[in-house]
């Protein structure tokens, strides 16, 4: 990693249609950033949360996990300060990032989640000094990354994963337009499930034509989906072929990164600016 790379504190969001993979990226990411050294923590926002089981712990580990505070705004001005909650709702993985749930829906007919969103936003929104990497696993659909719910309006970038159907592209592309909305300075694609050339080339053309920028893709692999049918998956070594699409997609996510750290606008208003909404 770059020396300027290293220096920004990456505020990133994991996105996309359902079922493609964003768990699953999601976790390989942030482990391997923790396995750089980075200090990451790592935000399950899925109303039937399961990051900690990509993360290493069982399943009763990760129903245990406390759910953050709904509605909590963080750092000044409020209730909270990000490392207090840290500390108190943070639970180190096997992995090595720190787990953070959001949200978590127990009961039939418990309500929108909104409120949960709404910490996860602020928490973005403050300084995380103890965190060089708050990496979020967001819920699918859109809703919540729209203009009144904006979980994400402090993110620096956003990671669309897609799947080799044009549905899933679809999706990434409304998810883009509504990166613009938020002011979010970085969109890219991963392509996940690949399992043959076609796949690939797939993800290339339709991510093009959608002028979203692949950063890499990630091939369908036999051995993350055993896992998955047998519970924890957050330490089942990495493919040679997973390691290298994750390898590219880390290279392409520094060069963001290092571009989001040299932006006049961002150094002005200092490394946590909020960009309010
Ligand atoms: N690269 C991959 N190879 C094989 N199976 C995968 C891969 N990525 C994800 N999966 C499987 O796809 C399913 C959905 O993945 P998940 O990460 O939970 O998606 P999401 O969080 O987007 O809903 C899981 O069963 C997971 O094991
Ligand atoms: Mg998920």
Not at 2 to 27: C, D, Y
Not at 41 to 50: G, L, R
Not at 186 to 201: H, I, L, S, W
Request: include cysteine; aromatic fraction near 2%; charged fraction near 20%.
């Amino acid at each position: 990693m770059t020396a300027v790379a290293e220096q920004l504190r990456l505020k990133l969001g994991v996105v996309g249609k359902g079922g493609v993979g964003k768990t699953t990226v999601s976790g390989l990411l942030a482990r391997a950033y923790a396995e750089r050294g980075q200090r990451v923590v790592a935000i399950d926002t899925d109303s039937n949360p399961n990051l900690g089981l990509s993360l290493g712990l069982s399943l009763t580990e990760t129903e245990v996990v406390p759910v953050l505070p709904r509605s909590t705004v963080v750092g000044s001005g409020g209730t909270a300060a990000a490392a207090d909650l840290l500390a108190q709702y943070g639970r180190q993985t096997p992995a090595g990032p720190v787990l953070l749930s959001a949200i978590k829906v127990a009961a039939a007919g418990a309500g929108c989640t909104c409120s949960g969103h709404a910490t996860v936003r602020s928490l973005l929104g403050d300084a995380l000094e103890e965190v060089d990497v708050a990496l979020v696993d967001m819920e699918a659909g859109l809703e919540h990354l729209s203009r009144s719910g904006g979980t994400l309006a402090h993110a620096d970038l956003l990671l669309v994963v897609c799947e080799p159907t044009r549905k899933s592209v679809l999706t990434a592309a409304r998810t883009a337009a509504l990166a613009v909305e938020l002011g979010i300075p970085e969109v890219v694609a991963v392509g996940n499930k690949a399992r043959t050339a076609q796949d690939v080339a797939f993800f290339q053309d339709a991510l093009s034509s959608e002028r979203i920028a692949l950063a890499g893709v990630l091939p369908y692999d036999d051995v993350v989906a055993a896992a998955d049918r047998a519970g924890p998956v957050g330490l089942v070594p990495v493919a040679a072929e997973v390691q290298r699409a994750l390898d590219d997609v880390l290279a392409v996510l520094d060069g963001c990164r290092a571009r989001i750290a040299a932006d006049p606008a961002r150094i002005e208003a200092g490394p946590w600016s909020s960009r309010g909404l």
